[in-house]
């Protein structure tokens, strides 16, 4: 059987409150979705989670396969800044921020979550990381991409010695997907935003507003029997990755 599934990630709207102690990101109160902060982070991190439902086709002893997979946005991601003397003008460095999009066979925990915007499961772990990513192989990862998003200043950008706006741009980007086939009632399914540190009053330089946009991931997969064996030995292997993660 060849089906398509998908998954709908929220758009996320956040501002800069200057008035807190150190700066923090909220909330646009207009536009509250769902959204969560990780805790002990400053509300640098912000994440979303849904779930893929495939308990029928594991109850039929079925196996789905990808075939592909691919991501679509519901418009452009843009953000505003904020910078209150002209002679030190915002650095584009300082107007990063990171996306990244995981769908996983195996449950993330949010201290996971935030480290995998610093690098990608499944690969080797750096030391400043340490086992805090979590016990992973590229095998669990079905879908997962890293976006670094920009400032684009050469289209219609306002000047970074003022206040001002633009769209995002793609700074750099990875795709660390594996498709790999799964016997799991369950795809997990994450998107995490990394936002450079939030500025108070005595500061009054930096990211005033980000505007990401919703998000669609689209899997094409077939759903097929395969050997009694093959089946066994997969099934088994989602139960004790998901306790063990």
């Keep these: ?3 398509v599934l998908n ?3 929220p758009p996320l709207y956040l501002i800069d409150n200057e008035i807190a102690a150190g700066g923090t990101w909220e909330f646009d109160p207009s536009n509250v979705t ?6 002990g982070y400053n509300f640098q991190y912000w994440f979303a989670e849904m779930k893929l439902d495939l308990s029928g086709y594991t109850m039929d002893d079925l196996t789905v396969y990808f075939r592909n997979s691919f991501e679509q946005r ?16 915002l650095k584009a460095y300082d107007a990063i921020f990171n996306e990244t999009t995981i ?3 195996v449950p993330i925990t949010p201290d996971q979550l935030a480290r995998m915007a610093l690098t990608a499961p499944g690969f080797i772990v750096p030391p400043q990381v340490g086992g805090l990513v979590g016990n992973f192989n590229r095998t669990h990862i079905i879908h997962g991409t890293t976006i670094n998003w920009g400032v684009d200043t050469s289209f219609g950008a306002d000047a ?6 633009a769209l995002g741009r793609v700074v750099d980007s990875q795709d660390f997907s594996s498709l790999e086939p799964t016997a799991a009632e369950n795809i997990y399914c994450y998107r995490v935003i990394y936002l450079p540190a939030a500025y108070d009053r005595t500061t009054e330089k930096g990211l005033d507003r980000v505007s990401i946009p919703a998000k669609r991931v689209i899997l094409n997969c077939m759903i097929d029997e395969e050997s009694q064996l093959e089946y066994m030995m997969r099934l ?7 306790n063990q993660v």
């Design 34 to 39: 769902d959204y969560s902060p990780i805790t």
């Design 103 to 105: 769908l996983s066979s």
């Design 160 to 165: 970074l010695t003022a206040i001002g706006a």
């Design 74 to 89: 519901a418009a452009s991601v843009d953000m505003q800044w904020k910078v209150d003397d002209p002679s030190s003008p």
């Design 7 to 9: 998954v709908e990630f």
């Design 236 to 242: 088994k292997r989602s139960y004790e990755l998901a």
């Design 1 to 3: 059987m060849d089906r």
